[in-house]
Structures are given as structure tokens and as C-alpha cells.
């Protein structure tokens, strides 16, 4: 149950009850500072936490704000995680996905930026159907994260794609370097085996799971670059994006704040 580090600025959490949660404290920012430890957290799911588990997170980390990021479907279907036991913890749903589901967003967000293949690249356009379907819960989960008296934590099943790309907003309002960001995404790809052992054990998310294979579900730095510079070409950018949808100047200062020492 150690807070273990890596020379990149991984920061993993080692629990019995989830195998891809890290804090996002330790990152360098542009500026030669460094986001801020115990702030925010992003993980898989968290149905399976232990006793030990909801002590780390609760009573040593501070945790006291979870952005759930998951449809309502897979929240029913999940039914009510450790965490809901702690009254202080606060609970917030904010889905990525449209009500049309994973087709609704490959139809409408193809890429013209190819993958490595010279394919459309499928993960950018599933991302960028988030930004351009729920951009009220992009907006919702930072402001979440901005309002958290303690540590926020960030998830969705395999704390991968949805999660990959609030936190990716967030790390950009806090000054960190894109580069950094994407290792940041890439770093599930050390859990990828791990995360889908565990999904394939849940009824809900073992079907759509076998559909892929490892590597496919593996991410991929490249990804991540391609997605955020999409979004500048689309959208003008993270803050400017933001800005359009409700995110003001003043709530931009506020997770800056939250997220640097």
C-alpha cells in the first residue's frame, strides 16, 4: 500500500481494489514548478476497493470528491461502489458519452489526423466526440475537481479514454507541457493487462472488452498528441473551448490554483 514513484512522474497507488489509479501531483509544468501532490487522482473502476484501500484514499490522502465519469448504465449496472459508505465523500456523475453511444461518436468525429497506419485514428475520434457532445460534462467534472476541498478523484471503467481526456484538460490549465501530458495518458499502457483482466471479470464491460485485443486497447502517446492538436485546429484550443462552454476566466484560476503547489 505504498505511494510509489517512477524516474517519468508516474505516481501509482498500489491497492488491493483498483490496478490503474495514480496521483497526477509531481508533473513539471512549462513554468519549472510542478503540479501539486494530493490534489487529483485518476483511476479505473472502483466497485472492488478494499478496507485498506478506502483508508489510503479517505483518511491519508484526503480524498473527498469522486467525478464519476461513466454513463448511468454502467452506474446501475455496477451498483453503488466502498466509497458511497463515506457520507464526506461527495459524489458527482458527469458522462462523456452521448446518448447514441460509441457509434454516435465515430460517425460524427472522424479524424484527419491518421494514425501511425495511415488509418483514421478511432481513438482521436472517440475523443473528440466528447468534446463535441458533453462538452457540459467536461465543464462539470474540472469544476468538480476545481471545487474540492480535498484531494478529487477522477474515473471511469478502465481510467483510460474518458478519464485520459478531463485529465488531460486539467494538466493544460495547469501549465503542463503536452509532452508530459501524453506520457501521463500512456502511462495505463503499463496497466493495460491488469485493467483488462479486471473489466473482463464485470458482467458489464466484458462483452464490449473481448471485442479488441490488448493491443488495441493499449494507448498510445501519439494518440493523445493527435487528440489535443485536433482540438486546437477544431476548437481553438483547450481554454478557448472551455471558455466557449462556461469555463470563465475565474474558474481556469481556480484549478490552476488547485492543481500547483
Not at 461513466?70 to 446518448?99: C, F, K, N, Q
Not at 471503467?157 to 490549465?173: M, Q, S
Request: proline share 4%; charged share 30%; with cysteine.
Amino acid at each position: 500500500m505504498t505511494h510509489l514513484a517512477n524516474p517519468h512522474h508516474i505516481h501509482w497507488l498500489e491497492l488491493d481494489g483498483a490496478v490503474n489509479i495514480r496521483d497526477v501531483g509531481g508533473i513539471p509544468t512549462s513554468d519549472g514548478a510542478a503540479t501539486a501532490g494530493n490534489r487529483l487522482l485518476r483511476a479505473d473502476n472502483l466497485q472492488d476497493l478494499s478496507s485498506a484501500d478506502l483508508g489510503l484514499l479517505v483518511d491519508t490522502i484526503g480524498l473527498d470528491t469522486v467525478v464519476d465519469l461513466r454513463t448511468a448504465h454502467e452506474i446501475d449496472a455496477e451498483g453503488p461502489g466502498p466509497l458511497r459508505a463515506y457520507s464526506r465523500v461527495r459524489h458527482v456523475h458527469h458522462s462523456l458519452l452521448p446518448d447514441g453511444g460509441d457509434d454516435a461518436l465515430l460517425a460524427r468525429n472522424r479524424s484527419d489526423d491518421a494514425g501511425p497506419d495511415g488509418e483514421p485514428d478511432r481513438v482521436v475520434a472517440h475523443y473528440l466526440g466528447y468534446v463535441a457532445h458533453r462538452p457540459d460534462s467536461i465543464v462539470g467534472a474540472l469544476r468538480a475537481i476545481a471545487d474540492a476541498p480535498g484531494a478529487a478523484l477522477v474515473h471511469c471503467a478502465a481510467g483510460k479514454d474518458r478519464t485520459g481526456v478531463v485529465t488531460a484538460f486539467a494538466l493544460e490549465i495547469a501549465g503542463v507541457d503536452r509532452d508530459a501530458i501524453a506520457a501521463d495518458y500512456a502511462a495505463t499502457a503499463h496497466r493495460i493487462e491488469a485493467i483488462i483482466s479486471r473489466l473482463r471479470g464485470s458482467e458489464t464491460y466484458r462483452e464490449d472488452i473481448d471485442r479488441k485485443t490488448i493491443d488495441e486497447h493499449r494507448p498510445r502517446a501519439e494518440s493523445m498528441e493527435r487528440f489535443l492538436r485536433a482540438v486546437d485546429t477544431r476548437h481553438g484550443g483547450i481554454r478557448p473551448y472551455l471558455h466557449t462552454h462556461g469555463f470563465a476566466e475565474a474558474d481556469v484560476d481556480r484549478l490552476r490554483a488547485k492543481l500547483r503547489d
